[in-house]
């Protein structure tokens, strides 16, 4: 069977072009991260890097969510929010931990 390109449906290339498709209208809708208000991502960042935790920001591949991992030692924590809200929650969340952890206010 073909798709409306002429691909074989199941092909790798058929495939790809169905993902690309995914891909584009996802990040029409990701939130990014500029629109995560500055001083949520700073007080994480700061009681994470306090708690002798690191913190690393991105994307996911598909462009459909952020992603936030807090590394502990060996442990990584990973968190996927879609939305500027649920990032900036988790980011309090984390920030919230982190000062628990290091035993700071």
């Not at 991105?58 to 992603?67: F, P, Q, W």
């Not at 929650?89 to 984390?94: S, V």
Request: hydrophobic residues 35%; charged residues 25%.
């Amino acid at each position: 069977m073909k798709d409306s390109k002429g691909d074989t449906i199941g092909s790798k290339k058929a495939a790809q072009g169905y993902q690309s498709a995914y891909n584009r209208r996802n990040k029409a809708n990701a939130v990014r991260w500029g629109e995560v208000h500055a001083g949520a991502v700073l007080d994480a960042l700061d009681a994470v890097q306090s708690a002798g935790d690191a913190l690393l920001l991105g994307a996911t591949r598909d462009g459909g969510a952020l992603v936030i991992t807090v590394c502990s030692g060996d442990q990584r924590h990973k968190f996927y929010p879609t939305s500027t809200e649920e990032c900036e929650a988790t980011l309090l969340d984390i920030t919230n931990a982190a000062l628990g952890k290091s035993g700071a206010t």
